[in-house]
């Protein structure tokens, strides 16, 4: 059964500060998803991470994974309020129609 | 177009009513998909249609009946709610060729309440 650990759960920061947000996963995956959440709207895809080494980066959030750790990591640089949100990673696998394997979401709080 | 669609956004019921919630994409996707999102949670899946046959019911209540009439649209039948049922239900699409399934894309959501 295929099973994603997201920490932390909560983090409050600082504006201007860095910190970095971690999903572990349990069994190969095909492809590894990063999503924004604000409260009480949909979710906003952020990345797609489809290959060992994988690094992608928009903005201020940068997301990279590791297949052979399965683990990828999203990095805020020098926060601002605007990324206040809740994050999630989710994981699948290519193959048939498997469920998309959701994280508990980071919440992110960015304050003055 | 690379929109996933929903209506309505928001939707108050009584228990005895019955409401529907409704899907659409345009963007040739042949899996789509319901979830329920409660507060401070992540999405659990729902129900799954792969080429409008339901290829995965994850033990839902029977008060809730999806229907997939054509390619392009995805219902979901309520019927009977409990207060509990209250959540932003998504909906989301994704290409499938019968073997692979690609990145899901999400509609804005319904904010259910159930009164």
């Known amino acids: 059964e295929l099973k994603v650990e997201q920490n932390p759960l909560f983090l409050s920061m600082q504006e201007g500060k860095n910190y970095t947000i971690y999903c572990n996963y349990s069994?190969?995956?095909?492809?590894l998803y990063w999503y924004r959440q604000d409260p009480g709207k949909s979710l906003e895809s952020l990345f797609v991470?489809?290959?060992?080494?994988a690094v992608k980066q928009e903005g201020r959030l940068m997301a990279s994974l590791d297949t052979k750790a399965r683990l990828s990591t999203l990095h805020i640089t020098a926060a601002v309020h605007d990324l206040s949100a809740t994050y999630f990673c989710?994981?699948?696998?290519?193959?048939?129609?498997?469920?998309?394997?959701f994280g508990k979401g980071t919440r992110l709080s960015v304050i003055a | 177009d690379t929109e996933v669609t929903q209506t309505p956004k928001h939707l108050v019921m009584g228990m005895t009513n019955k409401k529907s919630l409704k899907c659409e994409q345009h963007?040739?996707?042949?899996?789509m998909y319901w979830y329920k999102q409660k507060a401070k949670k992540p999405p659990e899946l729902m129900f799954v249609?792969?080429?409008?046959?339901?290829?995965i019911n994850e033990s839902v209540p029977s008060r809730f009946s999806p229907e997939c009439p054509n390619s392009s649209l995805l219902n979901l039948h309520l019927h009977a709610l409990q207060p509990e049922d209250s959540a932003l239900y998504l909906c989301?699409?994704?290409?499938?060729?019968?073997?692979?399934?690609?990145?899901?894309?999400f509609g804005p959501g319904t904010r259910l309440t159930v009164t």
């Open positions: 989301a699409s994704s290409q499938f060729t019968g073997t692979a399934s690609y990145e899901q894309y």
């Open positions: 249609y792969s080429y409008e046959k339901l290829s």
């Open positions: 991470l489809l290959s060992n080494g």
């Open positions: 963007m040739g996707h042949r899996a």
């Open positions: 989710a994981v699948d696998i290519l193959s048939g129609n498997t469920p998309l394997v």
């Open positions: 069994t190969t995956s095909d492809r």
